[in-house]
T-cell receptor, first 112, second 113 residues
Framework: AQSVSQHNHHVILSEAASLELGCNYSYGGTVNLFWYVQYPGQHLQLLLKYFSGDPLVKGIKGFEAEFIKSKFSFNLRKPSVQWSDTAEYFC??????????FGTGTRLKVLA | ETGVTQTPRHLVMGMTNKKSLKCEQHLGHNAMYWYKQSAKKPLELMFVYNFKEQTENNSVPSRFSPECPNSSHLFLHLHTLQPEDSALYLC????????????FGPGTRLTVT
């Protein structure tokens, strides 16, 4: 069965620290990959997505993610986090059978 | 109003009650989804509708009954729920199936007593 693993459930960083959140999926076919973010009190919203082409994708607010097909990974990165990045981050995979599979989420707290 | 709206935002119901959750999208999308979000669990896809037709029922118990009268509205009818059904129920919509970005509503926080 398809699954998405997010290894870090809680991450605490100081402002200006670098961020990398891991995401691994299990599915052998073609997939579309997403990172969604949920800021406190707000809706889930798209941060970035990968469909094809350049495996390094850039999203909003300085976030980027790299698709490494051989590792079934789609890790999220940001060189320097801000207090306003405090949120919960969800990795999601969508395969050709249209099912969206989400990870359990990573709660990021950035200390000012 | 823009985006995806859900009502009510909070609902407390007994196990013998019947209630309905409503979702409306103002984005002109063709696909709509119901998700269940429980603490420490992945977001669970429950139902998918595309052009008002149900395309996915992810082994959801029959005490949850979806209804999609048109592409803009989605309902989740609830009856004889269990306490373990307490969760945040999220509605989402997308332009179509197969890889489109999903737009989420704020959710309905359901508590079953």
């Amino acid at each position: 069965a398809q699954s998405v693993s997010q290894h870090n459930h809680h991450v605490i960083l100081s402002e200006a620290a670098s961020l990398e959140l891991g995401c691994n999926y299990s599915y052998g076919g073609t997939v579309n990959l997403f990172w969604y973010v949920q800021y406190p009190g707000q809706h889930l919203q798209l941060l970035l997505k990968y469909f094809s082409g350049d495996p390094l994708v850039k999203g909003i607010k300085g976030f980027e993610a790299e698709f490494i097909k051989s590792k079934f990974s789609f890790n999220l990165r940001k060189p320097s986090v801000q207090w306003s990045d405090t949120a919960e981050y969800f990795c999601a995979v969508n395969a050709l059978d249209y099912k969206y599979i989400f990870g359990t989420g990573t709660r990021l707290k950035v200390l000012a | 109003e823009t985006g995806v709206t859900q009502t009510p935002r909070h609902l407390v119901m007994g196990m013998t009650n019947k209630k309905s959750l409503k979702c409306e999208q103002h984005l002109g999308h063709n696909a709509m989804y119901w998700y269940k979000q429980s603490a420490k669990k992945p977001l669970e896809l429950m139902f998918v509708y595309n052009f008002k037709e149900q395309t996915e029922n992810n082994s959801v118990p029959s005490r949850f009954s979806p209804e999609c009268p048109n592409s803009s509205h989605l309902f989740l009818h609830l009856h004889t729920l269990q306490p373990e059904d307490s969760a945040l129920y999220l509605c989402a919509s997308s332009q179509g199936l197969g890889g489109y970005e999903q737009y989420f509503g704020p959710g309905t926080r359901l508590t079953v007593t």
